[in-house]
């Protein structure tokens, strides 16, 4: 069946780097436009990073820009998040998610990972 | 960037009762809208994609209406198991902007 797996999350220091993988499984990945989204405890939704089924196109959300990047590897069907300079705002689930056509990269998320936590503190 | 604003942030409700969640956007987003459920403790859900088209598997008690600015997500007869927070999200471009979501609870 399609599924998303995450993993690479933990406690970290701030100011220090994590990278966070997707797994993907039960469907072509390297067709699909790929996502990442956060949610910080107790709070709402927050869409992080988007990257086009070619690895070609990437988009931030504004406070993570400059130290974040999304990539792809298609031959290990896994999506990827370096998360660098970690501040304690970035502590949150960070789901995978993938959009629900390879016609457009601008549609829903139809699947989403378990998540993988990531806790920022001194 | 466009902004998404949800209404009411919270809701209590009975069951069987028809329950309306709205959404805002602060541009117009075509129908580039999706709803999302998402249980205490779970994965979020997509429900309704393109503004008013019930994903695969989702019971037909929900709907979704609007285009434009203005949107509508809809729960004809309210079950148990929609306790949830509900989100909207538009898609149309980056930023793919989420509401702030409505926690639904059972009365």
């Known amino acids: 069946q399609v599924q998303l797996v995450e993993s690479g999350g933990g406690v970290v220091q701030p100011g220090k780097s994590l990278r966070l993988s997707c797994a993907a499984s039960?469907?072509?990945?390297?067709?699909?436009?790929m996502h990442w989204v956060r949610q910080a405890p107790g709070k709402g939704l927050e869409w992080v990073a988007f990257?086009?089924?070619?690895?070609?196109?990437?988009f931030y959300t504004d406070s993570v820009k400059g130290r974040f990047t999304i990539s792809r590897d298609s031959s290990k069907n896994t999506l990827y998040l370096e998360v660098n300079s970690l501040r304690a705002e970035d502590t949150a689930v960070y789901y995978c998610?993938?959009?629900?056509?390879?016609?457009?990269?601008?549609?829903?998320?139809?699947?989403w990972g378990q998540g993988t936590m990531v806790t920022v503190s001194s | 960037d466009i902004q998404m604003t949800q209404s009411p942030s919270s809701l209590s409700a009975s069951v069987g009762d028809r329950v309306t969640i709205t959404c805002r956007a602060s541009?117009?987003?075509?129908?580039?809208l999706a709803w999302y459920q998402q249980k205490p403790g779970k994965v979020p859900k997509l429900l309704i994609y393109?503004?008013?088209t019930l994903q695969s598997g989702v019971p037909s008690r929900f709907s979704g209406s609007g285009s434009g600015t203005d949107f509508t997500l809809t729960i004809s007869s309210l079950q148990p198991e929609d306790v949830a927070t509900y989100y909207c999200?538009?898609?149309?471009?980056?930023?793919?902007?989420f509401g702030q979501g409505t926690k639904l609870e059972i009365k």
């Open positions: 999200q538009k898609y149309s471009s980056a930023p793919y902007t």
């Open positions: 998610a993938k959009v629900r056509t390879t016609v457009t990269p601008f549609d829903a998320f139809d699947i």
């Open positions: 990257i086009s089924f070619d690895g070609r196109n990437k």
């Open positions: 541009q117009g987003i075509s129908n580039y």
């Open positions: 393109a503004a008013s």
């Open positions: 039960g469907f072509t990945f390297s067709s699909y436009a």
